[in-house]
């Protein structure tokens, strides 16, 4: 059930400055991959902290590698205990806690910490233990 008061939109709602977290990124998923039909689970909204609210859909356990599998935009989806590096606040979390969000007339893979500053799955890196966590950074085939 959509519990979202957003409006639909032919791309991402409301193109402006306070809405501008993840904006570039969500712009680029949008023309790579166009409109999405919503996936099938309840969502919630989530409070940006730029004062926006955006859709969270609620997805279970057992589904989070399914999910993963369909909206990972590159090839070889990394496994849900991987550790990756959010490139927007240089801070590591397991795939598994990724979050996936309904804006306009699509569905955006975004880390955990998407509310605070906005990462997509365009900003998930590898974090190299081998010296100061500096991110490896690797380019991907895209998926279509």
Known sequence: MNTSKLRNHE????????NSLGLQEREMMMQLFG???RLPYPTEILKMSNGCEV???????EDKEKVLNVLYP????PALDAVML???????????DYIVTREGNGNFLVTPYYAEAGGTVLDWVTPDKETDGSPVI???????
Do not use: M, W
């Open 11 to 18: 791309r991402i709602p409301d193109f402006n400055s306070a």
């Open 35 to 37: 409109p999405q039909d």
């Open 55 to 61: 859709e969270r859909y609620l997805i279970s356990e």
């Open 74 to 77: 590159f090839n070889d989806p």
């Open 86 to 96: 959010d490139l927007h606040t240089h801070r590591t979390f397991k795939v598994r």
């Open 138 to 144: 690797s380019v991907g085939i895209l998926r279509r």
